[in-house]
């Protein structure tokens, strides 16, 4: 999937070329990904990006008009207009469409220009002026990236098999993280199911000196937004509507055509209802089973017609059942094993989605965000199908999640 890799090297050695591209290879999944490569020998960096042609990120490395600052970045900001009408004003040059205006943020903000970042992302910005290199990611880590430390070197990738392919004594699966797979579905605690690789913590800025050492410092706590003071029930509902409105026009500022992925949740009935400009089409589709109509299409059928769009269901189908052992094997493959062969028809019905547009717009956790409806958690297990010495993991995870759960 699209993302970044790379290498800081301790120490000079011929192959991290080699490792590199041999790391970029292991995330080329599909024909419309494009790549690339970035390497600084002084800082002792080797670094790359894959990206969907078109995309925000389709324009890497961004570099600044001195060509002292680089920026490597995979995901996508949201940003205001005026953000980007102001450094327009003080006269840097850019594509607001994409992600080239980042560095001048920089320029602009120093470290602070992370703050100032909206939506799932990960970077490594080059500092050539002080020589260093910041690795970041957003506030929450939707935008995994994987990780090894040793003492030689800090290896890098948005996926694991990329370090598994240049490492391959780290192919071990962690007990504890097997555990809390089984049991929560995921592994916590920025663990991996591999020992020794590790998952940046959400609202990183690790910066890399010429020195060769690391500073592990984070510009966002979660802590900071949930000790805020408590509103009251109609200001946080008057507070929450004006927010979506207001933000919502940023996700649909695109270059490429979008369609929207509708469920019955309130996530995207908040969209669709908030953004209800009957003059302008917006494609709708659900996802759907082989033999009847989910819930799920039933209501998405109701709202796209109120709303004045047309729908479609996309569907399993006899083609998805006899391809499906190459589908699951490729789901649990592209994910580092995040995901079983019950991922597989994401993978189907996405490819189809993408035949509609390149860009699915959709939302998740609105139930979960609003109604406080908590649908991660332990699953109870039949300890009679688990052998006894599997099943302390699974018990220990399950405390390892009442644990962190605390206070949030």
């Known amino acids: 999937m699209p993302g970044i890799a790379g290498i800081l090297s301790k120490i000079p050695l011929e192959r991290n070329e080699e490792h590199l591209h041999r790391m970029i290879d292991c995330m080329m999944h599909e024909p419309f990904y494009t790549s690339g490569t970035y390497i600084n020998h002084q800082l002792g960096l080797f670094t790359g990006w894959v990206c969907h042609r078109g995309s925000f990120s389709d324009c890497m490395p961004v570099v600044n008009e ?29 594509d607001p469409s994409n992600a080239s205006y980042l560095i001048h943020l920089y320029e602009e903000e120093g470290d602070g220009f992370l703050q100032l970042l909206n ?133 649909f500022h695109s270059k490429q055509p979008i369609a929207m992925s509708l469920t019955g949740g309130l996530d995207t009935r908040m969209i669709l209802a908030t953004r209800n400009d009957h003059t302008d089409a917006l494609p709708c589709y659900t996802f759907g089973g082989m033999h009847r109509d989910s819930y799920d299409v039933k209501v998405a059928r109701k709202i796209a017609d109120a709303c004045q769009q047309t729908h479609q269901v996309l569907r399993l189908d006899e083609k998805f059942l006899s391809d499906f052992p190459n589908l699951a094997e490729k789901t649990v493959y592209i994910t580092d094993g995040s995901l079983g062969v019950n991922g597989s028809p994401e993978l189907y019905i996405n490819r189809l989605a993408r035949e509609i547009t390149p860009i699915r717009m959709t939302g998740n956790y609105g139930s979960e965000v609003l109604r406080s409806v908590r649908a991660f958690k332990p699953d109870p297990q039949n300890k009679k199908f688990l052998d006894p010495d599997f099943m302390q993991y699974v018990q220990n995870a399950e405390r390892t999640f009442a644990d962190i759960s605390k206070g949030h």
């Not at 001195?66 to 040059?93: C, I, M, W, Y």
């Not at 490594?124 to 929450?140: E, G, I, S, T, W």
């Open 66 to 94: 001195k060509k002292d600052l680089f920026l490597l970045f995979s995901g996508e900001n949201f940003a205001d207009k005026e953000v980007t009408d102001r450094l327009k004003k003080n006269g840097h040059e850019f």
């Open 119 to 251: 939506g799932w992302f990960h970077g490594l910005l080059v500092d050539l002026r002080q020589y260093k290199a910041v690795l970041f990611n957003d506030r929450y880590g939707m935008q995994r990236i994987y990780y090894h430390e040793s003492k030689d070197a800090f290896v890098f990738a948005s996926e694991a098999k990329s370090l598994l392919a240049i490492l391959p004594e780290l192919k071990q699966i962690d007990p504890d993280s097997f555990g809390e797979f089984f049991s929560c579905g995921c592994v916590l605690q920025n663990r991996t199911l591999f020992s020794n690789v590790f998952l940046l913590p959400g609202g990183s800025a690790w910066t890399f000196g010429k020195d060769g050492g690391v500073k592990k410092d984070h510009y966002f706590k979660p802590t900071v937004w949930e000790n805020q003071p408590a509103l009251e029930k109609e200001v946080f509902y008057q507070r929450l509507k004006e927010t979506f409105s207001n933000i919502l026009p940023r996700y």
